[in-house]
């Protein structure tokens, strides 16, 4: 199954302190964020990873190069022109005709994907959600979900929020 892993954001509420590393490279206990995002997928069995890459791009694919440094494959997509949270799925549709993985370059985790995507799969959705809670609601992303879980608002950290 491949992985798509939207690393073209620009970091902005953390760019004070790293100005010339993006985001996803920003190291934590000397390896960056990504690189352990990646092993952690690889070590799950997900080789086939597509980067979707634009603000520092260029530093992103030259630490990472193919892959087969740390035994996966990577592709890239480098959005020239900014196309918005996830835009550069329209753009790769053509190499997701099935069942993917949708990932953030900027998360630490210990999530058992294979446990999620046997859960998607017996549930039979089109698309499946792991999310967690916090308590800054207005500086993230926000899902609002009705009572049976499915989504019905996905707002954008610069979207108003609901009352």
Not at 53 to 65: A, E, L, P, R, T
Not at 103 to 128: C, E, P, Q, Y
Not at 132 to 157: C, F, M, R, T
Request: charged share 20%; aromatic share 8%; glycine share 8%.
């Amino acid at each position: 199954m491949k992985t798509v892993i939207m690393a073209g954001g620009r970091g902005t509420r953390i760019s004070e302190l790293y100005p010339d590393i993006p985001k996803p490279l920003i190291p934590v206990d000397g390896t960056p964020v990504l690189e352990r995002e990646i092993c952690a997928l690889r070590n799950q069995g997900f080789t086939e990873q597509i980067l979707t890459v634009s603000h520092m791009g260029d530093k992103i694919m030259s630490y990472f190069g193919d892959g087969s440094r740390l035994g996966i494959s990577i592709q890239y997509y480098n959005e020239e022109q900014p196309l918005g949270n996830a835009g550069a799925l329209f753009k790769l549709r053509e190499q997701l005709t099935e069942d993917f993985l949708l990932l953030n370059a900027d998360a630490i985790f210990d999530v058992d994907f294979n446990r999620m995507v046997s859960f998607h799969k017996a549930h039979g959705g089109l698309v499946t959600l792991f999310t967690h809670p916090n308590s800054h609601l207005y500086d993230s992303g926000l899902l609002i979900a009705n009572e049976n879980n499915a989504v019905e608002q996905w707002l954008a950290k610069e979207d108003t929020r609901p009352t």
